[in-house]
C-alpha cells in the first residue's frame, strides 16, 4: 500500500468516430494500461470511462493517495462537482465514479494540457496518422 505520497495516474479515452468505438489509457508509474472495445459512445464517455479505469487501477494496486491528471475539462469539472451532468449517461458515469472514490483517503482530480497527458500520448501511439 501506498500511504503519505500521492500517486499521480494519467488517464484519456477517446473514440473514432465520435460517436464510435470507445478505448482508453491510464499511465501509473510509467506504465499505460489499455482498455479496448469499451462499446460504442462519445469522446465524454471515453473520458468518463478512462478516469474510472485510473480509480480501478490505483484500487487494485492499494494506493490511498491519489492525484487523476486528465485533459478533459468536462470530466475533471463534473467529477469535481463544479459543473453539471447534462445527460443521464454522464451521470452515470460520475456515479460510478463518485461509488468508486470513496475508497481513497485523499483524491484529487486535476486538469492538464494534452500535451502533458502521458495517457494520451500513449493512446496516440497506438494510432500513427
Not at 464510435?20 to 494500461?33: F, N, Q, S
Amino acid at each position: 500500500m501506498t500511504y503519505g505520497r500521492s500517486i499521480k495516474l494519467f488517464f484519456d479515452g477517446g473514440c473514432r468516430p465520435n460517436p464510435g468505438p470507445i478505448e482508453c489509457a491510464v499511465v501509473r508509474k510509467g506504465v499505460a494500461h489499455y482498455q479496448h472495445d469499451l462499446g460504442n459512445g462519445s469522446n465524454s464517455d471515453a473520458e468518463w470511462l478512462a478516469a474510472i479505469q485510473a480509480l480501478e487501477i490505483a484500487a487494485r494496486n492499494g494506493d490511498r493517495d491519489i492525484t487523476l491528471l486528465g485533459d478533459s475539462m468536462l470530466v475533471v469539472t463534473q467529477a469535481n462537482r463544479t459543473a453539471r451532468c447534462r445527460s443521464t449517461e454522464l451521470e452515470a458515469h460520475q456515479a460510478m465514479f463518485m461509488k468508486l472514490a470513496v475508497g481513497f483517503e485523499r483524491l484529487r482530480i486535476r486538469h492538464i494540457g494534452r500535451a502533458q497527458n502521458l495517457a494520451g500520448i500513449a493512446l496516440a501511439k497506438l494510432h500513427p496518422r
